[in-house]
């Protein structure tokens, strides 16, 4: 049975905040885009505006591959809750630079701060050579999911447990109390990855599993599996799919704006974020992993947004969307190439399409 006991909820659309420089492809070609928080406080408010109802910001602790500047996520989130009024952002987390304890402590005044509208996204790691940069053991793969569910643990445990106690391969507390607790609702958990661990950890104890860009076929796969993972832990989890928009008057037209990007793809940087991240995912016992079957053409995109196929007119990218959304998708994170004037685009012209799509569907 695919997952789709969602059909009644609207999809919800996220964009990625482009906090790190270059936008979200690894692409020579030249990009409106900004990472620095005038640009990004603008585009927060245009995008609530167009009907996104959340915003993911990245965390990269050093260079490599097309993102030569980074600003870091909890903080940045701040600035855009500060700036809007009811965006949700979601703050991402690496397990090791962060544990629990801060994590908790920030969270919880962020919430106090936003009127809650702060979410989390734990991440587990790709990026080997960041992890040495930064005096980080590299765990391995499974280790490093390991790691990242006792810190979701820990940190559901902190904000909701008037005193917490665990004993843990990687965290330990005692009678801690955290004052004050996040507001209600506490902020939502998500998490991103596409391996089995991934999908397990998700159906234990994630609000939400983010993956990579794929088919239809592929996401539906995807989260059928994860759903009757999640049936048997009696586990509720949201799906959200990334996806890379570039929506025209014409298909031809945005598939030219398709292929310009990867004409203008940096090589080196492309093969070199390829070998890092297909290697961090065969680390996984079955091989898998977010890019394990990516092409060079799907890597121009960080998170194989190209695979989605949300390229053509406003009309088809609306009823691609809704195909999603019959697979189990709850929610879109989307990129684009110029994130101001598209987002505005994007809900102009898209997002009432697949309003009318649904309303549509709802009567039938
Ligand atoms: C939507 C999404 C957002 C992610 N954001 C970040 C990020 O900001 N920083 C980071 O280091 N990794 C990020 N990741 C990487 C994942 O946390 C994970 O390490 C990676 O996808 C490999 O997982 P896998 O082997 O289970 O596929 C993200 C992944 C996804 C799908």
Redesign the pocket.
């Known amino acids: 049975m695919s997952a789709a006991n969602n059909s009644q909820q609207p999809i919800r659309f996220a964009y990625w905040v482009p906090n790190v420089s270059g936008g979200l492809v690894i692409s020579n070609i030249p990009q409106r885009t900004g990472w620095d928080i005038g640009y990004n406080r603008k585009l927060a408010q245009i995008a609530e505006r167009a009907g996104f109802d959340y915003a ?5 602790f050093t260079a490599g591959y097309g993102a030569d500047n980074q600003h870091e ?1 909890v903080s940045f989130s701040q600035a855009l809750l500060d700036s809007t009024e009811k965006l949700k952002v979601i703050a ?1 987390l ?1 397990p090791g630079p962060w544990n629990p304890t801060l994590a908790a402590k920030q969270i919880a005044t962020i919430s106090h701060l936003s009127d809650a509208r702060i979410a989390v ?7 080997r050579g ?1 992890f040495k940069a930064i005096g980080e053991p590299w765990l391995d ?1 499974e280790e ?2 390991l790691r990242s569910e006792e810190f979701i643990r820990c940190l559901r445990g902190i904000w909701t447990e008037p005193s917490f106690t665990f004993a843990g391969d990687f965290y330990r507390y005692r009678d801690y109390s955290l004052k004050p607790k996040p507001l209600d609702p506490l902020p939502e958990i998500f ?5 089995r ?2 999908r397990d950890m998700a159906a234990r104890v994630s609000d939400w599993y ?3 860009g794929n088919s239809v076929e592929g996401i539906r796969r995807q989260v059928d599996d994860l759903q009757t993972k999640a049936r048997a832990n009696r586990h509720r989890v949201k799906v ?1 799919v ?1 996806g890379f928009v570039i929506a025209r008057d014409t298909e031809q037209e945005a598939q030219a704006v398709l292929q310009e990007i990867i004409d203008h793809a940096n090589p080196e940087a492309v093969q070199g974020f390829g070998h890092e ?1 297909k290697n ?2 065969a680390a ?1 016992p079955e091989g ?4 394990a079957k990516s092409s060079f053409e799907d890597l121009v995109q960080y ?1 194989d947004g190209f695979k989605t196929n949300l390229i053509g007119t406003p009309q088809q990218i609306a009823e691609r969307i809704i195909a999603l959304k019959d697979a189990g998708v709850d929610l879109m ?1 989307l990129a684009f190439l110029h994130f101001q004037e598209e987002v505005e685009f994007f809900g102009r012209e898209v997002i009432p399409l697949v309003r009318e799509l649904e309303r549509r569907r709802a009567a039938a």
Not at 121 to 127: L, R, T
Request: charged share 10%.
């Open positions: 993911l910001t990245q965390i990269r996520s991402a690496l996204n734990i991440v587990s790691g790709w990026f960041e793969h490093r999911y998490q991103g990855g596409s391996s661990a991934a983010f993956t990579n959200g990334n991240v961090a995912g996984s898998e992993g977010n890019w998170n994170l």
